[in-house]
């Protein structure tokens, strides 16, 4: 990376949601806590942008940049390893299942995170979680319990922290902050509605944030924050081929409704960035968050169409291999970034209108 710029650089991160595909933003982090000139200053995140976000944030303030990444490696293992021992056959239901069935990873991290939800499927045609999991299972929710220390980040400041979630009652997004974060929160960001019933926190019904928001920019952008917001998107800004099989043409559309949030975000502030840049620079904004918009310098690194590819149910794949391979591009993308874009850093922005 070019060290033109010496000085300590304040840095914001927006992390985007995907399930498995999360390792990719994993391997990323883990190569930026390396850079010792990054200080973390702010980070938003929705679904597995959110998990990303807690652990990292949590991790660091146990033991810096070292405990972040220890702190990542752990939760993304015990993923992996929890979605290996969801067994049908440790269960009340193990009757209903012939015997000798195999089990895929992807079969797994179904199980895992809507257990039995395959085979009343086939049974019933499409039931709601409230059928086929009446008991609210969710082995994710005990996973992330039992991997951060929610008390922990309720009471620091630093790193900001901004989960989103979706109330479904009102069909608003609903930021959680440091003070509110709890592992309920996180699972609110993270619950589809079509594996998860809704999480319930104070009264309120909440859904997966990145139907609204993937990751949260203008809530980031709001708070007094870094000049410097670096997005690190899952979802490939752009794919060549056109899909042509159901699961692949389902998957893609999975990929565009859960992009339309942060196109609208990027299309938006770039828009308004082009109406500020009309003013001086002397200009003095009465309300700050057009101030903080105009000196923004935005980055991103993004997934490729090679790297996230457009196979039916890769984002509840947790197999060990599967993750770590994405964890492997997460982190050469973002060395190919910092090697291209790091001296701008706390100088320029390298992500321009064509984002949107």
């Known amino acids: ?8 650089v304040r840095l914001d991160l927006a992390l985007q949601g995907g399930g498995a595909h999360g390792a990719f933003t994993w391997g990323v982090l883990e ?16 679904s597995a942008g959110a998990m990303n976000a807690v652990v990292l944030a949590d991790g660091w303030l146990k033991g810096g940049a070292a405990g972040a990444r220890a702190a990542l490696w752990r939760f993304w293992k015990r993923m992996s390893r929890a979605a290996r021992r969801q067994s049908p056959f440790r269960s009340p239901f193990a009757a209903v299942f012939p015997p000798g069935l195999a089990w895929s990873g992807e079969a797994a991290m179904r199980l895992f995170v809507a257990p039995w939800a395959a085979m009343f499927q086939a049974m019933a045609g499409n039931p709601s979680p409230y059928q086929f999991n009446p008991l609210n299972l969710n082995p994710l929710l005990d996973i992330l319990r039992d991997s951060v220390d929610f008390a922990r980040l ?29 592992a309920e929160a996180v699972m609110a960001s993270a619950c589809l509605p079509n594996l998860f019933q809704a999480v319930e926190i104070e009264g309120n019904a909440y859904w997966d944030g990145g ?16 000049d410097d917001l670096l997005l690190v998107q899952l979802n490939p800004p752009r794919r060549e081929a056109v899909p042509r099989s159901t699961d692949a043409i389902m998957a893609r559309l999975n990929e565009v409704t859960f992009n339309a949030g942060l196109v609208r975000e990027l299309r938006g502030l770039a828009l308004l960035r ?73 100088r320029q922005s390298t992500l321009g209108r064509e984002a949107g």
Do not use: C
């Not at 060990?320 to 993308?333: C, S, T």
């Open 31 to 46: 190569r930026l806590l390396e850079e010792e000139r990054i200080q973390l200053s702010g980070i938003s995140g929705a």
């Open 1 to 8: 990376m070019a060290r033109a710029t010496r000085r300590p």
């Open 274 to 346: 082009e109406a500020l840049a009309e003013e001086g620079e002397d200009h003095e904004f009465r309300n700050p968050f057009f101030a903080r918009v105009k000196r923004l310098r935005l980055h991103r690194i993004a997934a490729s169409e090679d790297d996230i590819r457009l196979r039916p149910g890769s984002k509840l794949d947790p197999e060990w291999g599967a993750l770590i391979r994405l964890h492997g591009l997460g982190a050469r993308a973002a060395e190919a970034w910092l090697a291209g874009h790091g001296a701008s850093l706390g």
């Open 211 to 226: 139907y609204l928001a993937n990751p949260p920019l203008f809530p980031l952008l709001h708070e007094d924050g870094a």
């Open 154 to 182: 309720r009471a620091a400041e630093s790193p900001r922290l901004l989960i989103a979630a979706t109330d479904l009652r009102s069909g608003e997004m609903r930021i959680f902050r440091n003070a509110e974060l709890t």
